[in-house]
């Protein structure tokens, strides 16, 4: 199958997770022989260094030009730090995200039991977690009309959904949940918001369309209190953009580490594969970030191409990676790994170099000893 991705590194630990994923699938296309193409593009605070816009417009066009994009991160403390800055390096993955309409991000959350002692969860609450969030990505408060005011001592971000909007990723949420445990909840603030009544109109609406399907609606401060207590409740979780992003952050706990995260993000004719993270600037350059969320983001890339069984051999990898200690510092402080390492160890799984009686403990911060 030959398949051109863009990639887009963006700043912090993107370059160094993404180039990660892509010795795995270059693994994976040397074994299945695929042609994975790779076209380059700038975007956040690097692509404002270079040519004053977080989106030029050469990214946006090999975007289009691809059959899919992984992305890594974007954001830099010079401009978190700067409240006034009229240019930012999130506005180029908010204008990506609007441009080529991917309007359901999809967020699943796995626990793997060798890591449940990360989670500052009980055991008994990790057992059997497996669900997946679907965020609504192009609408609500983070697209509504900004203001500030002429003095500057106020501001406002308006929250606007139109049924459409919902509609679209409820569909995608509701056939999801048919071919999982049938559970969808959608996650709201309908007390409160005339968006999340709005919400709750449509979904309720179109769920005669899907039977067979259980649907329940928990408001957001709930929501959030549940995912830690009792986490295994959820199977496919619905909801808008702002309340996603926090969700998903929160969820991480869950299997241990935010870095552990994938996503993809859905749209018309474009798909986007990222991990949930940001750019963890403390850690750039320093080849310690947890590489796994990008990996499993490029395992999501494999699925959408319809090549399941490359993408479950990039799971299968990432598994073996975890189970036998190849892991980076958010997961193991005492004993790890770098990123380019378990990257490496990903990529030789998946081409068959791993001897079966390698020792993790002997590797830790270098290459593999054979014992
Ligand atoms: N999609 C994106 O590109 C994206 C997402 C979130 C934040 N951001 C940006 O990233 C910058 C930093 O934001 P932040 O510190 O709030 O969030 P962050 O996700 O970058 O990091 C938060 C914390 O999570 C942990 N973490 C994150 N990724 C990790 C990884 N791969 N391995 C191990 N640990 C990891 C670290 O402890 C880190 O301090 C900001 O500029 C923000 O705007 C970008
Ligand atoms: C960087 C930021 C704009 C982004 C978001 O809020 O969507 C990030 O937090 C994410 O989760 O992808
Ligand atoms: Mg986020």
Not at 89 to 109: C, M, T
Not at 201 to 226: C, G, H, R, W
């Amino acid at each position: 199958m030959e398949k051109r991705i863009a990639v887009i590194l963006g700043d912090g630990i993107g370059p160094e997770v993404t180039h990660q994923s892509i010795k795995v699938l270059n693994a994976i296309a040397a074994k299945y022989r695929h042609n994975f193409t790779y076209t380059y593009g700038l975007m956040g605070a690097i692509a404002i260094d270079k040519t004053g816009d977080p989106l030029p417009q050469h990214t946006i066009d090999i975007c289009r030009q691809s059959d899919a994009i992984l992305f890594g991160a974007i954001g830099h403390p010079k401009y978190d730090n700067d409240p006034i800055a009229k240019v930012r390096p999130e506005q180029g993955l908010l204008r990506l995200r609007k441009e080529l309409q991917l309007f359901a991000n999809i967020r699943p959350v796995t626990t793997y039991p060798s890591l449940h002692h990360l989670s500052p969860l009980k055991e008994k609450q990790l057992q059997d977690v497996d669900f997946i969030m679907y965020r609504e990505l192009t609408g609500g408060i983070y697209f509504g009309k900004k203001e500030l005011s002429d003095d500057g001592t106020e501001a406002s971000d308006l929250c606007i959904y139109n049924k459409n909007e919902i509609e679209r990723i409820a569909r995608l949420a509701f056939v999801s949940a048919q071919q999982r445990r049938k559970k969808l909840t959608l996650v709201d603030k309908a007390n409160v918001l005339e968006t999340s009544r709005l919400w709750r109109k449509t979904v309720q609406e179109i769920s005669s369309d899907y039977p067979d399907v259980k649907l329940d609606y928990m408001f957001v401060d709930n929501a959030a209190m549940q995912i830690i207590v009792n986490p295994k409740q959820f199977d496919v979780v619905l909801t808008e953009n702002m309340f996603g992003d926090i969700l998903s952050d929160e969820s991480s706990v869950i299997s241990g580490s935010l870095g552990l995260l994938p996503s993809a993000s859905l749209g018309v004719s474009s798909a986007l594969f990222e991990p949930i993270h940001g750019s963890y600037p403390q850690a750039a350059g320093k080849d310690i970030a947890n590489p796994v969320g990008s990996i499993l983001s490029a395992a999501m890339m494999l699925d959408y191409f319809g090549l399941y069984n490359e993408a479950a051999e990039v799971r299968e990898a990432v598994a073996w990676t975890l189970t036998n200690g190849f892991v980076s510092q958010d997961i193991d402080p005492e004993n790890p790994h770098y990123t380019s390492t378990i990257g490496e160890f990903a990529s030789d799984y998946i081409s068959n170099d791993i001897p079966p009686n390698i020792n993790a403990k002997n590797i830790a911060f270098g290459k593999a000893t054979i014992i």
